[in-house]
């Protein structure tokens, strides 16, 4: 079974910047998209931004766009979030996820097949 272990939460002021790295213990099919979601305090879990494993297109919530930024290295089975000009609205605990499509990471969670055990960002203003 697939294993997500994601890394790189912590704590910083609005306008800072982290890197969350999820790591994978290794990929059993080829054509998949693995990414991020968040769940704030008291608030549903949301999608963030993910990659498609085929093209390497990425994939962005609109809160996130210009300021996060996703990537991956295979041959690390690592994916990394990339995260800029924080604001105190994205804290969270930030969770990997794997799935079949971009739809399910932004419209059906539900549906993602292997999740990690998330890591929290904190942003202070």
């Known amino acids: 079974e697939v294993q997500l272990v994601e890394s790189g939460g912590g704590s910083v002021q609005a306008g800072g910047s982290l890197r969350l790295s999820c790591a994978a213990s290794r990929f059993t099919f080829d054509d998949f998209v693995i990414g991020w979601l968040r769940q704030a305090p008291g608030k549903e879990r949301e999608g963030v931004s993910c990659i498609s494993s085929s093209d390497g297109s990425t994939y962005y919530a609109e809160s996130v766009k210009g300021r996060f930024t996703i990537s991956s290295d295979y041959a690390k089975n690592t994916v990394y979030l990339q995260m800029n000009s924080l604001k105190p609205e994205d804290t969270a605990v930030y969770y990997c996820?794997?799935?079949?499509?971009?739809?399910?990471?932004?419209?059906?969670?539900?549906?993602?097949?292997?999740w990690g055990q998330g890591t929290l960002v904190t942003v202070s203003s």
């Open positions: 996820a794997t799935g079949s499509s971009d739809y399910v990471f932004f419209n059906d969670i539900g549906y993602l097949e292997v």
